[in-house]
Antibody, heavy 121, light 106 residues
Framework: EVQLVESGGGFIQPGGSLRLSCAAS????????MLWVRQAPGKGLVWVSR????????SYADSVKGRFTISRDNAKNTLYLQMNSLGAEDTAVYYC??????????????WGQGTLVTVSS | DIQMTQSPSSLSASVGDRVTITCRAS??????LNWYQQKPGKAPELLIY???SLQSGVPSRFSGSGSGTDFTLTINSLQPEDFATYYC????????FGQGTRLEIE
């Protein structure tokens, strides 16, 4: 069974940094593109970033480019999102996700439970 | 980026009704259109992928159609557990989602 478990969310002041983690199990982690998707309170879903299986290809939404860094440790079956220069607009539930197939932009069949990041002074 | 526009933004219906939600892409996305259901406090769940393929375990009362820029999600014979928010998402390029359609009990 595919499982994705996020951690690392919390309350952070504007300008601060936070690193999210996503522990994956139930599949061959290194074989899949992985994604982060976020959802601000009461708002819709927004794709944030993605990374290929061996970590050599990444892309970001314009809203986080230059501030967020996605990475992975295939030995630990873990996905990361390093978030710097956080602002109130980054307040959201962050979901770790995997596609149904190994694709950079396919449908998202597996989601973690989400971790809440709150940026406020 | 490809913009996705859903309509309506909210919808009231009764158990047993048939409802249709539409999704329009700002450019052609062929059949790369997916639908998700999200309940409060929960992660989204994939319902339909590639316009009309039903994800494993999803009831057959859910169906999807369309191509190019215009797509629909149809739910036949609404059940109490179907009242939720629905999102479309294009997977033709960098993923983008519609703004969501909230389906409420009338």
């Amino acid at each position: 069974e595919v499982q994705l478990v996020e951690s690392g969310g919390g309350f952070i002041q504007p300008g601060g940094s936070l690193r999210l983690s996503c522990a994956a199990s139930g599949f061959t982690f290194s074989s899949y593109w992985m994604l982060w998707v976020r959802q601000a309170p009461g708002k819709g879903l927004v794709w944030v970033s993605r990374i290929n299986g061996d970590g050599t290809s990444t892309s970001y939404a314009d809203s986080v480019k230059g501030r967020f860094t996605i990475s992975r440790d295939n030995a630990k079956n873990t996905l990361y999102l390093q978030m710097n220069s956080l602002g109130a607009e980054d307040t959201a539930v962050y979901y770790c996700a995997r596609g149904l197939y190994n694709s950079s932009s396919g449908c998202i069949a597996y989601w973690g439970q989400g971790t809440l990041v709150t940026v406020s002074s | 980026d490809i913009q996705m526009t859903q309509s309506p933004s909210s919808l009231s219906a009764s158990v047993g009704d048939r409802v249709t939600i539409t999704c329009r892409a700002s450019q052609s996305i062929s059949k790369y259109l997916n639908w998700y259901q999200q309940k409060p406090g929960k992660a989204p769940e994939l319902l339909i992928y590639a316009t009309s393929s039903l994800q494993s375990g999803v009831p057959s009362r859910f169906s999807g159609s369309g191509s190019g820029t215009d797509f629909t999600l149809t739910i036949n014979s609404l059940q109490p557990e179907d009242f939720a928010t629905y999102y479309c998402q294009q997977s033709y390029s960098t993923p983008t989602f519609g703004q969501g359609t909230r389906l409420e009990i009338e």
